[in-house]
Nanobody
Framework: VQLQASGGGLVHSGGSLTLSCLAS????????LGWYRRPPGKERERVAT???????NYADSVKGRFTISRDNAKNTVYLQMNNLQPEDTAVYYC?????????????WGQGTQVTVSS
């Protein structure tokens, strides 16, 4: 199983980015998927999850600004991030490997850096 994340970069405060995560070797359609992040010097935190039926859940800190979505035909999960703020700076990881969005899956992508300048 491989999760290949991409789309990170450097943006100014208020800017937008879209992260993508291509999954291979995974029964994509039945898996819940998620995005997590690790800010500098902090613990990993959940950002958003999406179930196999596309039910979504967000951390309070990103509600209204981030949108998680999935394309089962492309085995890809996305994270659209709008109105980015410096506190969103982190390494972002995609996650999968469990059918429940309430359980952290066993598979992780390699991480993609998002840096937001003020």
């Amino acid at each position: 199983v491989q999760l290949q994340a991409s789309g990170g970069g450097l943006v100014h405060s208020g800017g937008s980015l879209t992260l993508s995560c291509l999954a291979s070797g995974l029964d994509f359609r039945v898996n819940a998927l998620g995005w997590y992040r690790r800010p500098p010097g902090k613990e990993r935190e959940r950002v958003a999850t999406i179930s196999s039926t596309s039910s979504t859940n967000y951390a309070d800190s990103v509600k209204g600004r981030f949108t998680i979505s999935r394309d089962n035909a492309k085995n890809t999960v996305y994270l659209q991030m709008n109105n980015l703020q410096p506190e969103d700076t982190a390494v972002y990881y995609c996650n999968g490997g469990h059918t429940s969005p309430n359980v952290v899956g066993i598979y992780w992508g390699q991480g993609t850096q998002v840096t937001v300048s003020s």
